[in-house]
Nanobody, 121 residues
Framework: EVQLVESGGGPVQPGGSLRLSCEHL????????EGWFRQALGKKREAVFC??????LYLDSVKGRFTSYTDNAKNTAYLQMNNLRPEDTGVYYC????????????????WGRGTQVTVSS
């Protein structure tokens, strides 16, 4: 059973930083890949970071500001977000997909409940 739990969201001022965590429970590391998605009010969900066809892909607007990495010993994935902008506001989700993934967001069918990120003055 694949379960994911996000944490680390909250209010932050523009230019600030947050690190989101995604603990994955009962997660076979060699069979799944993880990604990060977000959804702003009134907007469609979009991929922030996604792994597909062996490539690590970042949303254009977050390149150079966001970094995804994992700590396998802690069964946790992270999304480090720097130089945050008001446009980054939204609910952030981690998600998992069984290998292989050819395109994002295909097969990303396992989701956490989300964590709210609010960037404002």
């Amino acid at each position: 059973e694949v379960q994911l739990v996000e944490s680390g969201g909250g209010p932050v001022q523009p230019g600030g930083s947050l690190r989101l965590s995604c603990e994955h429970l009962r997660f076979p590391d060699d069979a799944y890949v993880e990604g990060w998605f977000r959804q702003a009010l009134g907007k469609k969900r979009e991929a922030v970071f996604c792994v597909a066809d062996g490539d690590a892909l970042y949303l254009d607007s977050v390149k150079g500001r966001f970094t995804s990495y994992t700590d396998n010993a802690k069964n946790t994935a992270y999304l480090q977000m720097n130089n945050l902008r008001p446009e980054d506001t939204g609910v952030y989700y981690c998600a998992a997909a069984p290998n292989p993934v050819e395109h994002c967001p295909e097969k990303y069918n396992y989701w956490g409940r989300g964590t709210q990120v609010t960037v404002s003055s």
